[in-house]
Structures are given as structure tokens and as C-alpha cells.
């Protein structure tokens, strides 16, 4: 749905819902691990609920992560190392753009590039690595794929503080009681739902002609190609025997062989694992990308430091200015969403205007994506707070209760009793059914929209909105059916 981005729901209806004593997967779908609602949740509670306030803290955690790297740079390779990170990040378009929307990569970044903060600072070791491993693990328990960077951080650990007992058993044993302790009341309360959310709409428990297999990973490995071009290019240098030049930055704990090491184990094996969801995105990589960015610019900026010559050390910090400028080119104008002479802010206000002018406050709606309704003040049936993800015509009621969904049944008998006030939807809303990713089938999609139409009249239209530019139809429950 182009600006409003579907993903977003989860994010914005799961941090109102937590807040209101919600838990998720035992009381609603939530198809990520459990970390993202209550992060979002308790700063909302301060911001307001709404679109605005969401992307707001995603900027605000992505300036934190550029001054934080822009640090460490400056401590792997001074300057130069700086420059090159301050240029591969504040140019990246399509990264920005992923840290300036309603979904969590900017947090996921965030407490990994402050895990590594950690393990680069010269503080007591069980110190540090009480803190590097907890924040790191708190990234993990906000998305799975992150598993493999923290166990080669733990390694890492290991390793690095093997003559020292107390300085590596500790720190990992805290990171995994931070972990149980996030994980197991939830695994107590729904066990089951936690895997139908979170491994079912990503892996797939079962396969419809959606199937996101080869095809589409090597064009989303095209894509991300195209996006982190200019840092792939760079790439080879790890591999370029380099001298640190200055004696403080040899000494600097970022620049150590064993930590860089396991940094690029880490990173590598994390991109690679991003590969194996169903669900594969060029964006998935954001979360890393910060990490992978410090690394290659420190190595960067111990080549300019290496350059005796001073033209071509400006040769060289021109090369990265040029090419990190094609970065932002090679994205171009789908960071910036406008058509039919409107900016993307002012499709929201008007869905925004229309829910609080024609609804009050209590009022439930069904909506494309939740976020609309948060944005709005206004709630959620039981079942739609992640709709259209939670939309399972193939089940039957109980499994739909169970697992916190809906089917034609559930949408008819809330569109006859009238509990939904307002319908934010398109023509496509209830094509696909998940989590397979089957089409519905026509018979369904009949019942539903004679339901639609039975209960409820259109008195708003708003003209090819989103990505997709279909015509967003704003229903609301016809009169006598109040």
C-alpha cells in the first residue's frame, strides 16, 4: 500500500495494544519476537500513538546509530574512517528511508551497533561484555534472524577472554537470562501461537502459488546489490594487507584481528540467513548495514591513511564522495512517494480527517492496514489488528479464535451486528488469504462483499492510493443498522 506500508500495522497496533495491558500472540497476531511492541510501546505512551510518532523515534534511533559508528570510525581509523561512514550512511537513500518508517529496523540496528559500541570501549571486561551481549540480545529478541551475530559474538566473547573465566560466563549467562526472561512467559501462554505467527508467515508452514522461492531471492539479491552497490565495491579491501598507521588507533579495541574477525563471521552469516525467509526483502539487510558500513570504513580510511601521496588521498575521498552520491541516484524516486500532485502525508490526513469526522472515539474499525485506525484514535476487532495477515477464510472459527484471526463467518457476523462502524479498504482486501499466500477463493470473496454492500454504503473515495494506485473505498455502517 505504498507510503502506508502494510508491515507497518503490526508495529502500531501491537505497541497501542501492549500498552492496554494486550500480550502478544496469546491476545493478538504479532508475526516478529516480542521485543518491538514494548520498546515502541513505552515510548509512545509518551509520544502519542500514531504514524507520526512511530517514524519519529525509527529517525531518532538512526541519528544515534550514525554519531555512535561515526565514534567508533574515528577510533578504527580517525578521519578518514569518519568521513567514509559519515558518506556511506548519510547517502544511502534506501537506507534511510527503511530508518524513517513505521517498521523496526532502526531499532534492530540500534542495539546491535550499541552492543558493538560496548565491545569497543576500553572499560572492565565483564563490564563491557555484560552490556555488549545484553543489548545485542535484545536485537535478537526482536528478530530471529539476528541469531547468528550473536552467537559469534558470543564466541567472540569466548575467545577473547578465555584466560579470565568470570569475564565471559558471566556476561553470556546474563544475556541468556535477559532472553529467558523476555521469552518464557510468553512460551508459557502460547506456545503454539508464537510459531504459527512468527515462523508461519515467514517460513511458511504450508506453500501457495505465493511461494517466494529462487526467483525471488535472486532478484532481491539484484536489488540489494543495486541499493548497497558503492559498499559492495569496497568489499575487496578487507582482504588488502594494511599497517594501522597511528599507535592509538593499533591499540583501539575495534581494530583488533580477533574482534574483526568475528564481526564479519557475524555479519556475513546474518546477511546470508536473511535469504532463508520466505519472505525475503533487499530490506532485511538494513539492520545490519550500520555494522557492515563501520567495518568497511574503517578499512577504508586505513587506505587513505596509507596513501603517502597526498593527491591521491584526494582521489580517494573524492572516489567515496562520488560513489556514495550514485547511491542515493541508484535509488532515486522511490524513496519519495507523490502522484496526482499530493504528497503521501496528505493521503493519511484524509483517510485521518474522514475517520475522526464521521466516527468517535471507541468506534471499531477494519482497516488495510491498522495503522490508520491508531492514527485515528480509534479500535480494533478482535482478529483485524494485523489484518490482512490475519485473514484465514480456509480455517474454521475455532482455529480462527485460537490463533487470533478471522474468516468470512467472523467478517460477516461482525458487518451484521454492526461492531465494525467503518471500512478502510480496496478492491484487492480480501484477495489473498495467509499464511500460505492463497488467493481466495470467489465464492468467499461474493459473501463478503454482498455483506459489504448489505450492511454498509461507500461515502468516501480517495483515488489510487498507495504503491498499487487503487481507489481507497471508505465505508461506513448504513443507519439503520446502528
Known amino acids: 500500500m505504498g507510503y502506508i506500508c502494510m508491515d507497518t500495522t503490526f508495529f502500531a497496533s501491537s505497541s497501542k495494544l501492549v500498552n492496554s495491558g494486550k500480550v502478544p500472540y496469546?491476545?493478538?497476531?504479532?508475526c516478529q519476537f516480542p521485543v518491538a511492541p514494548y520498546f515502541y510501546g513505552i515510548l509512545q505512551n509518551i509520544l502519542g500513538f500514531n504514524l507520526y510518532s512511530l517514524r519519529s523515534i525509527n529517525a531518532l534511533l538512526g541519528l544515534i546509530i550514525l554519531l555512535l559508528c561515526i565514534v567508533m570510525a574515528h577510533r578504527g581509523s580517525g578521519y578518514s574512517g569518519a568521513l567514509t561512514f559519515a558518506f556511506l550512511y548519510s547517502f544511502n537513500s534506501f537506507n534511510i528511508y527503511n530508518y524513517s518508517?513505521?517498521?523496526?529496523?532502526?531499532?534492530?540496528?540500534?542495539?546491535?551497533?550499541?552492543?558493538?559500541?560496548?565491545?569497543?570501549?576500553?572499560i572492565k571486561p565483564i563490564l563491557k561484555n555484560t552490556l555488549a551481549l545484553s543489548f545485542i540480545a535484545l536485537s535478537l529478541a526482536s528478530r530471529l534472524t539476528i541469531l547468528p551475530f550473536y552467537v559469534f559474538m558470543v564466541l567472540y566473547v569466548y575467545v577473547d577472554n578465555r584466560k579470565s573465566k568470570k569475564d565471559y560466563i558471566i556476561p553470556v549467562l546474563i544475556s541468556l537470562i535477559l532472553l529467558l526472561a523476555i521469552f518464557m512467559p510468553l512460551l508459557v501462554l502460547a506456545k503454539g501461537q508464537i510459531y504459527h505467527d512468527v515462523f508461519?508467515?515467514?517460513?511458511?508452514?504450508?506453500?501457495?502459488?505465493?511461494?517466494?522461492g529462487i526467483k525471488n531471492r535472486l532478484m532481491a539479491l539484484f536489488q540489494t546489490f543495486r541499493f548497497y552497490f558503492f559498499p559492495v565495491v569496497l568489499i575487496p579491501l578487507i582482504f588488502v594487507p594494511l599497517k594501522n598507521v597511528y599507535q592509538?588507533?593499533?591499540?583501539?579495541?575495534?581494530?583488533k584481528p580477533l574482534f574483526v574477525l568475528f564481526v564479519w563471521l557475524g555479519l556475513f552469516s546474518t546477511m546470508l540467513g536473511h535469504f532463508t525467509v520466505n519472505w525475503f526483502t533487499p530490506a532485511y539487510q538494513t539492520m545490519t548495514f550500520p555494522v557492515f558500513a563501520l567495518m568497511l570504513s574503517i578499512r577504508y580510511g586505513l587506505f587513505v591513511e596509507n596513501l603517502h601521496r597526498?593527491?591521491?588521498?584526494?582521489?580517494?575521498?573524492?572516489?567515496?564522495?562520488?560513489?556514495?552520491?550514485?547511491?542515493?541516484?541508484?535509488?532515486?524516486?522511490?524513496?519519495?512517494?507523490?502522484?496526482?500532485g499530493k504528497p503521501a502525508y496528505q493521503y493519511l490526513k484524509d483517510v485521518n480527517d474522514f475517520l475522526v469526522t464521521r466516527t468517535e472515539t471507541g468506534d471499531k474499525i477494519l482497516a488495510f492496514s491498522s495503522v490508520v485506525v491508531v492514527n485515528a484514535n480509534r479500535e480494533l476487532a478482535k482478529g483485524t489488528e494485523a489484518f490482512p495477515f490475519t485473514f484465514t477464510p480456509s480455517w474454521d472459527i475455532k482455529k480462527c479464535l485460537n490463533y487470533k484471526t478471522v474468516n468470512v463467518d467472523i467478517l460477516e457476523s461482525y458487518f451484521q451486528s454492526g461492531e465494525i462502524k467503518a471500512l478502510v479498504i480496496d478492491k484487492d482486501s480480501f484477495d489473498i488469504q495467509f499464511p500460505g499466500f492463497y488467493p481466495t477463493g470467489e465464492k468467499d470473496k461474493q459473501r463478503i462483499w454482498n455483506s459489504i454492500n448489505q450492511y454498509y454504503f461507500i461515502a468516501g473515495t480517495i483515488p489510487q492510493f498507495g504503491s498499487e494506485f487503487n481507489d481507497l473505498l471508505l465505508y461506513l455502517l448504513k443507519t439503520e443498522n446502528r
Open 101 to 122: 518508517i513505521g517498521k523496526m529496523y532502526s531499532m534492530v540496528a540500534f542495539f546491535l551497533v550499541v552492543g558493538v559500541f560496548f565491545l569497543t570501549t576500553k
Open 248 to 255: 592509538c588507533q593499533h591499540d583501539e579495541p575495534i581494530n
Open 310 to 340: 597526498e593527491d591521491l588521498k584526494k582521489i580517494a575521498i573524492l572516489f567515496l564522495a562520488i560513489g556514495s552520491i550514485l547511491m542515493t541516484v541508484s535509488y532515486g524516486k522511490t524513496s519519495i512517494w507523490m502522484h496526482l
Open 26 to 30: 496469546k491476545d493478538f497476531f504479532f
Open 200 to 212: 508461519g508467515l515467514h517460513v511458511g508452514q504450508e506453500k501457495g502459488p505465493f511461494d517466494f
